[in-house]
């Protein structure tokens, strides 16, 4: 684990708002199907969204826990509802930062791959 000044310096790195126009972006190319012609636009978005979501799971104890198990929506659904909650920081601890992050990592790994 890291101490000191360093561990500051790379919990602050992290996006500490939602990221609402890279997450409109991403929900736009996937409910459109127009990921591959926006590829690198698409990537740079899931990129950003991919920081946020892994300072929520971890830069944050107060925000609610969760594992795999817990997930009852899929990915797409779940930054929706971030994104329509993106006005109350105080929602977004119901947001299961989680299956967002696996999924925006299914993403980049689908899309990186099938190039």
């Known amino acids: ?3 000191g000044t360093n561990a500051k310096l790379v919990k602050s ?3 500490i708002m939602l990221p609402l126009d890279e997450a ?3 929900v736009m190319y996937v409910t459109t199907g127009t990921i ?3 590829l690198p636009d698409f990537m740079h978005d899931v990129w950003v969204v991919q920081g946020y979501a892994q ?3 971890l830069g944050n104890p107060d925000l609610k826990s969760y594992t795999a198990e817990n997930a ?3 990915g797409l659904v779940e930054l929706q509802k971030a994104i329509s909650s993106a006005e109350d920081p105080s ?3 119901a947001i299961n930062w989680l299956l967002i992050l696996q999924w ?3 993403l980049i790994l689908r899309y990186y791959l099938s190039r």
């Open 1 to 3: 684990m890291r101490t």
């Open 13 to 15: 790195k992290y996006p």
């Open 24 to 26: 409109k972006n991403i």
């Open 36 to 38: 591959l012609q926006n």
């Open 55 to 57: 300072g929520q799971l």
């Open 72 to 74: 009852t929506n899929d």
């Open 91 to 93: 929602a977004q601890g």
């Open 104 to 106: 925006v990592i299914e």
